[in-house]
């Protein structure tokens, strides 16, 4: 399609708890990118990925978070034993391979941890 | 991390007005992207600038790729009620090589009065 599709639109989790987030990028877009927005619209950049293969994971927090993109499924960032300071919007997008061309994001996933 | 500076953080405007927001850095950029974000999604790509010096209008919108490579400044005229979200500015540092990441300004919030 062409929109970045994001899953689920809201989640809550007790602290503590697991929470996976879903991204099905643009077809033919080979770049994939997370990003979380805090606080004071701050967005902080947590891993990239080209095709199936990470590109850069220097923002992401490696003791708790994970990602993958696979072939045929959605791109899946994972939080294991969130936090409070984990509460924020993530947002997903993705860029096509060719050219210095901007992002198209998704609508983002809001995680509340409680 | 990183970050631009954007101003003004915020500002408020009667419908009709022209509005200019910018942003600034001490390091040198090859592309600078400007986006619009409405409450509830994603940032969405307004202009996107790849050369020093360039200038760039799409409708009422203008953007400029500054000389130096360093700033960046974005031009709302004859503003109207739809133009309410978060702006924001990014770019893609000259030595990032391959490296798609962007780097972020805080936003500026409009707000219009009808």
């Known amino acids: 399609g062409e929109e970045v599709a994001q899953t689920p639109k809201h989640l809550v989790r007790g602290e503590g708890q697991k929470a996976k987030l879903y991204c099905a990028p643009i077809k033919g877009h080979s770049y994939v990118f997370w990003y979380q927005q805090v606080l004071k619209n701050e967005f902080k950049f947590l891993i990239s990925f080209q095709n199936e293969n990470v590109f850069d994971e220097t923002g992401m927090p490696k003791e708790r978070f994970s990602a993958k993109c696979l072939p045929n499924s959605p791109c899946s960032l994972e939080i294991q034993a969130t936090k409070l300071e984990d509460s924020a919007v993530y947002f997903c997008?993705?860029?096509?391979?060719?050219?210095?061309?901007?992002?198209?994001f998704g609508s983002g996933t809001r995680l509340t941890v409680v | 991390g990183q970050q631009l500076n954007q101003s003004p953080q915020s500002m408020f405007i009667q419908e009709g007005e022209d509005v200019s927001m910018n942003c600034t850095s001490s390091?040198?950029?090859?592309?600078w992207l400007w986006y619009k974000q409405e409450p509830g999604e994603g940032p969405v790509l307004l202009i996107a600038l790849y050369k020093a010096g360039e200038l760039t209008s799409n409708g009422r919108l203008t953007a400029q790729f500054g000389i130096t490579r360093k700033d960046s400044f974005l031009n709302i005229s004859a503003s109207i009620p739809s133009d309410v979200g978060i702006y924001f500015c990014a770019g893609q540092l000259s030595n990032a090589g391959n490296n798609r990441k962007l780097i972020w300004g805080l936003g500026t919030s409009l707000g219009v009065n009808p």
């Open positions: 997008a993705s860029s096509q391979f060719a050219g210095p061309y901007g992002y198209t």
């Open positions: 390091s040198i950029f090859n592309t």
